[in-house]
């Protein structure tokens, strides 16, 4: 499910407490990257292939034949395609792979994350993958519409007891690359 994106952060926190009254979500966090000062003031800068905030850790992979990873960058305000953004991440990688996990190795659930076409130049597809505690595997694919601006996903309920979750970047051909933000995660292995 896409839902709009809230861009002030005083209507992030509101709809972010009225998710957070709905259930009981102790200790969620929001992954919003913006700790990484050098895109306050750069459209783009690299940060490595490991983020980590407020308990979890995203990894980068890049994919077998890549010749020059070059891992996650985070993009800020001065990034054209970031319409109405605050500061977000991207694998700056053709076909690289994003793992989310929780730094402790317990579970966790992952309960929306925006998303956006990285150059805002065509429509892209965006599938995650999340491992479950019992081995087993939840996927959903999701579809941005290529225009600016940012799309909100709300991940469906099996997508909790996760012990990690992963995407692809798109391949840079036929399926363009996107950048990510807002990743609303909270502990714990009970459905919603």
């Known amino acids: 499910m896409v839902l709009p994106r809230f861009t002030s952060p005083a209507r992030r926190l509101t709809w972010a407490a009225s998710l957070l009254a709905c259930a009981p979500l102790a200790h969620a966090a929001v992954l919003d990257f913006e700790d990484q000062v050098c895109a306050k003031n750069q459209p783009i800068c690299n940060v490595g292939q490991v983020y980590r905030a407020k308990g979890y850790v995203l990894s980068y992979s890049a994919a077998p ?13 001065q990034w054209a395609p970031n319409v109405g953004g605050s500061i977000a991440m991207l694998a700056n990688s053709c076909n690289a792979t994003t793992t989310l996990a929780s730094q402790t190795g317990k579970p966790f659930s992952v309960l929306t994350m925006d998303l956006a076409e990285a150059n805002a130049d065509s429509p892209v597809r965006v599938t995650f993958t999340g491992i ?3 081995g087993t595997t939840v996927r959903l694919a999701v579809h941005l519409d290529g225009k600016p601006g940012w799309q909100r996903v709300m991940l469906p309920a099996t997508f909790y007891n996760l012990m990690s979750l992963q995407w692809v970047q798109g391949d840079c051909v036929d399926n363009k690359s996107h950048m990510f933000d807002n990743i609303l995660v909270m502990p714990g292995i009970s459905a919603r």
């Open 65 to 77: 034949d890549d010749e020059h990873p070059v891992g996650f960058h985070v993009v800020g305000r």
């Open 132 to 134: 479950k505690t019992d």
